[in-house]
């Protein structure tokens, strides 16, 4: 997949990424030793086999689907996902992905019109001396000079600490499972049909308040050396959310990262995303086709309220949580 598709995929992480660095209850920890100071350190490992994942099926006269609360990153360990997923998957005739990544065509030329600072500002003029220096510190630890990004908008900057936590986190992009069933699509030459476009996503980020930007960017600098591991986290959760700590770990997880942030990224980030999300799973819906639809959306979508099935609850459909 061309690099440019991974870095989209950092752009959508931010709500799982930032503030979602609570970590109690870890799987499997034990003591080691620092060789340098000779204290006891510990130390958590993480095993990513598991039956994980949240699944939902509404029946509507001749037509079915089924919404599965997906993560965008995973573990090579991850699969195959549960027999009730994989099942669901394989009934389906169409795929609901948030976007289709394999679709995805942006140039660098295109990224830069977006990104760049349009009144002339510069990064050092909006944020702070001492959080300027702690993100020059970070890029610095990756090979960067932050003063060649000084141009460029925090949210940007953003994706691109996304992209370096998702380098010390045991995820990747690689093994997304929105990714996982997009390329089993093409194999089963399956429809695929978007939820969403690229250009609204990046209307949305792009739209954010330049102090909307700033608090977001400052919270993840300062929460930086936590991201990784709590990243680590989640996708321990998300892979055993078949048991009730794990369920509990995602909501936990991704809710924590809401609450970091200010009403018109949760507005525009999750509310007005999801009913436009169940607005097309209900014409689809409603089109009455006989098909089985198959919708891959971030579980955030699906347990930060208002989510996707509430809302087609409250539309009338009778929802079965089957997984």
Same mark, same amino acid.
Request: glycine share 6%.
């Given at each position: 997949?061309?690099?440019?598709?991974?870095?989209?995929?950092?752009? +959508?992480? =931010?709500?799982?990424?930032?503030?979602?660095?609570? $970590?109690?209850?870890?799987?499997?920890?034990?003591?080691?030793?620092?060789?340098?100071?000779?204290?006891?350190?510990?130390?958590?490992?993480?095993?990513?086999?598991?039956?994980?994942?949240?699944?939902?099926?509404?029946?509507?006269?001749?037509?079915?689907?089924?919404?599965?609360?997906?993560?965008?990153?995973?573990?090579?360990?991850?699969?195959?996902?549960?027999?009730?997923?994989?099942?669901?998957?394989?009934?389906?005739?169409?795929?609901?992905?948030?976007? /289709?990544? +394999?679709?995805?065509?942006?140039?660098?030329?295109?990224? /830069?019109?977006?990104?760049?600072?349009?009144?002339?500002?510069?990064?050092?003029?909006?944020?702070?001396?001492?959080?300027?220096?702690?993100?020059?510190?970070?890029?610095?630890?990756?090979?960067?000079?932050?003063?060649?990004?000084?141009?460029?908008?925090?949210?940007?900057?953003?994706?691109?600490?996304?992209?370096?936590?998702?380098?010390?986190?045991?995820?990747?992009?690689?093994?997304?499972?929105?990714?996982? +069933?997009?390329?089993?699509?093409?194999?089963?030459?399956?429809?695929?049909?978007?939820?969403?476009?690229?250009?609204?996503?990046?209307? =949305?980020?792009?739209?954010?308040?330049?102090?909307?930007?700033?608090?977001?960017?400052?919270?993840?600098?300062?929460?930086?050396?936590?991201?990784?591991?709590?990243?680590?986290?989640?996708?321990?959760?998300?892979?055993?959310? /078949?048991?009730?700590?794990?369920?509990?770990?995602?909501?936990?997880?991704?809710?924590?990262?809401?609450?970091?942030?200010?009403?018109? +990224?949760?507005?525009?980030?999750?509310?007005?995303? $999801?009913?436009?999300?169940?607005?097309?799973?209900?014409?689809?819906?409603?089109?009455?086709?006989?098909?089985?639809?198959?919708?891959?959306?971030?579980?955030?979508?699906?347990?930060?309220?208002?989510?996707?099935?509430?809302?087609?609850?409250?539309?009338?459909?009778?929802?079965?949580?089957?997984?």
């Amino acid at each position: 997949m061309p690099k440019m598709k991974f870095l989209l995929y950092s752009v +959508f992480l =931010m709500i799982v990424l930032t503030g979602c660095v609570t $970590n109690d209850e870890s799987p499997n920890e034990h003591e080691k030793m620092n060789e340098e100071t000779g204290e006891n350190t510990t130390d958590t490992t993480y095993n990513y086999d598991g039956d994980g994942g949240f699944l939902w099926k509404i029946d509507h006269e001749e037509t079915t689907a089924y919404i599965h609360g997906s993560i965008h990153l995973g573990h090579v360990d991850y699969y195959p996902l549960s027999n009730e997923i994989e099942e669901a998957y394989a009934s389906s005739d169409i795929i609901l992905p948030e976007i /289709n990544m +394999f679709e995805v065509d942006i140039t660098e030329e295109e990224l /830069n019109e977006m990104a760049i600072f349009d009144d002339g500002k510069t990064l050092d003029e909006v944020l702070s001396e001492d959080v300027y220096n702690h993100l020059s510190d970070i890029f610095k630890k990756n090979g960067v000079e932050l003063e060649s990004l000084n141009k460029y908008e925090p949210w940007y900057i953003e994706t691109l600490l996304s992209g370096f936590v998702q380098e010390e986190s045991d995820l990747s992009a690689e093994y997304g499972v929105d990714l996982y +069933f997009l390329q089993l699509a093409i194999e089963d030459n399956k429809e695929i049909i978007e939820l969403e476009t690229v250009e609204s996503q990046y209307d =949305m980020l792009t739209g954010f308040s330049l102090d909307t930007q700033t608090d977001r960017l400052e919270t993840f600098i300062e929460t930086y050396e936590e991201q990784a591991e709590g990243l680590n986290n989640l996708g321990y959760h998300w892979i055993n959310s /078949n048991t009730e700590e794990g369920k509990e770990g995602v909501k936990e997880s991704l809710s924590t990262g809401f609450e970091s942030s200010d009403d018109e +990224f949760q507005q525009e980030m999750n509310d007005n995303r $999801n009913i436009d999300m169940a607005n097309k799973i209900d014409d689809l819906l409603q089109s009455n086709s006989g098909q089985t639809y198959f919708a891959i959306i971030g579980a955030a979508h699906t347990v930060i309220e208002p989510s996707v099935p509430s809302i087609l609850k409250e539309k009338g459909y009778d929802i079965e949580r089957i997984y």
